[in-house]
């Protein structure tokens, strides 16, 4: 669960790596972001896992623990009376001077678990909130500066900037990559030219929609996937497949955004499956915008539910899966323009395809998987295509309601991992209906790509491999927070299930969130990590061939290259 704390004075001067593995070993607590107060007055920020941000006075953290109780240990813990303590139980309040204060500002600590709605919340001032007995005070709260968007005019323009010849690759806020707009007819594709696109680790988007279905909102699930922390040639391809007289309806919020197609086809036609090399797909995503019938809900998912199975029944050729280009050929191009560089093997059989299907109605996910032997009544969370991340439903949201009602800052900090790094402005800017809008870069503009995003690291090859061989949870967190500045958050593991015989049981994973210290880890373990922006990773003749030297091999990273002389 995640919870928020005002951070000991303990800590205070702390860089924030130090700060996060002190909290980890000794107080076995997750530190992942902390709340900065800009020294100018402006609103305060959510910061996760920033680099080089020492730790000030009556800081708040956001912790990943058990119970509140736990991270009160993050207030009480002082270095002077629990420095040689091994019990973390043991760390409670002390009569040290240095502790004597009242917080000035303290965040609410509430659960993300539902049942929290029994607590009572009183309201005062509109901005001073009494949450059990404890003040808090907004996020909002201080003095605001007027905020200005920056133009670009004569007087402030030097003379030797070409406009006309510079190009703008971001959006107005430096958040996310941007494009001329695209004709939807320029990003069609037919069967064919899906055919030699040759796409890899791209993500395919199976779309059930009428042509007149109400818009389902696509650049929400595209934006993330072109936030401005990835390199231009670490975007994953998109390949939208379904009805195009839906698309085109969408396509005013998508046409700005960067390697996008589209198939005019079915989802469930295999022969436009195997087109856009869906074995090869670093994640297929099934979604569905028909309205469900009144008649019978249950199926409202019969489409999206077919999809998934049309596809784990699917058998593939691998030698595709092996292509490499030839280093004679430096410049062999596929239709769309990216070199053809294939980087892992594809799956053979279709049930070890990446997936993850929307369900309108929870009872469905029992249709999911076929091996599954879980009770048709068992809650969605405790199902295993649910834990294995190959379903998602609508209800999963009830949580995060109950979270942000309490809390509302735990909003902030869950939307800026999912959505890549959304900030006020730029949701102004959708809101108006303006879309995404063209900036040139700015030093402030190209400062808001360092910022760190969710990642996966293997632990069977590269600088961390020696850890997947026995070692603990405890020894990897440390070295990769001290040699990388990436902060662990979870395992990756696969399911084991020794009493099945089906091809896929050594495919399926599931997330073990903030394991144990002691925790022991195995050569086939993924690793969820914060890890920071890297300004070093530009575009370079000969990526993707294989040798990556010191870099730590990442299976977020995205297929396909770029252009020669297309610039990140």
Not at 177 to 203: C, F, K, P, Y
Not at 204 to 233: K, Q
Not at 443 to 453: K, S, V
């Amino acid at each position: 669960e995640m919870y928020t704390e005002t951070i000991s004075p303990t800590f205070t001067g702390m860089a924030f790596s130090q700060a996060a593995e002190t909290c980890f070993v000794k107080l076995k607590l997750l530190l992942l972001a902390i709340e900065i107060r800009p020294d100018d007055g402006s609103d305060r920020k959510i910061s996760i896992n920033p680099r080089g941000v020492k730790i000030s006075p009556n800081t708040v953290g956001f912790f990943i623990a058990q119970s509140a109780e736990e991270v009160k240990r993050a207030w009480f813990f002082c270095k002077a009376c629990h420095e040689d303590i091994k019990d973390e139980k043991q760390i409670k309040k002390c009569k040290c001077k240095a502790l004597a204060g009242s917080k000035k500002t303290s965040l609410a600590t509430m659960p993300i678990k539902p049942s929290a709605l029994k607590k009572t919340v009183s309201m005062k001032d509109g901005n001073t909130n009494a949450v059990n007995g404890r003040t808090t005070i907004a996020a909002t709260d201080g003095p605001k500066k007027e905020k200005t968007e920056s133009r670009l005019d004569a007087d402030s323009t030097p003379n030797d900037i070409d406009f006309k010849s510079t190009e703008m690759r971001y959006d107005s806020t430096g958040m996310f990559h941007w494009t001329q707009s695209t004709s939807i007819e320029d990003s069609i594709l037919d069967r064919n030219q899906a055919a030699m696109t040759v796409l890899n680790g791209h993500v395919v988007v199976c779309l059930f929609a009428d042509p007149d279905s109400p818009l389902i909102g696509l650049r929400n699930l595209v934006m993330p996937l072109r936030a401005s922390n990835f390199h231009y040639h670490e975007l994953k391809h998109v390949v939208i497949v379904g009805a195009v007289d839906y698309i085109r309806r969408e396509w005013k919020t998508l046409q700005n955004l960067p390697k996008i197609s589209v198939l005019n086809g079915s989802p469930l036609s295999r022969a436009d499956l195997r087109a856009v090399n869906v074995n090869l797909c670093d994640m297929c995503v099934i979604l569905s915008a028909k309205v469900p019938s009144n008649d019978d809900p249950t199926l409202a998912d019969k489409e999206a539910i077919l999809a998934s199975l049309n596809i784990k029944a699917m058998t593939f050729d691998d030698t595709i899966g092996v292509l490499n280009q030839s280093s004679n050929a430096p410049d062999a191009m596929s239709p769309l323009g990216s070199p053809i560089v294939l980087h892992r093997k594809g799956s053979v059989y279709g049930s070890n395809v990446p997936m993850i299907t929307e369900l309108v109605n929870d009872s469905n996910v029992q249709f999911l998987d076929q091996d599954d032997d879980d009770d048709p009544d068992t809650e969605l969370y405790l199902t295993q295509p649910f834990a294995c991340g190959t379903a998602f439903a609508v209800s999963v949201l009830d949580s995060l309601m109950s979270t942000t009602y309490f809390n509302q800052n735990a909003l902030t900090l869950i939307r800026s991992l999912i959505t890549g790094g959304a900030t006020p402005e730029l949701e102004l800017i959708l809101a108006e209906g303006a879309g995404l809008r063209g900036g040139y870069s700015t030093p402030e503009t190209l400062g808001n790509r360092d910022r760190c995003r969710v990642g996966q690291i293997s632990l069977t090859e590269g600088p961390l491999a020696k850890y997947g061989e026995g070692a603990k949870y405890i020894d990897l967190f440390v070295a990769a927070l001290r040699q990388y500045g990436m902060l662990c958050i979870g395992l990756y593991r696969i399911l084991f299930r020794d009493t099945s015989t089906s091809t896929d049981a050594s495919s399926k994973r599931y997330v073990i969130t903030n394991p144990p210290n002691d925790f022991n880890l195995l050569p086939s373990d993924q690793v969820f990590v914060l890890m920071q922006f890297d300004p070093g990773m530009e575009y370079r003749p000969g990526w993707g061939d294989g040798k990556t030297g010191d870099r730590i091999p990442r299976s977020s990273q995205g297929g396909g290259g770029q252009k020669k002389g297309d610039a990140s």
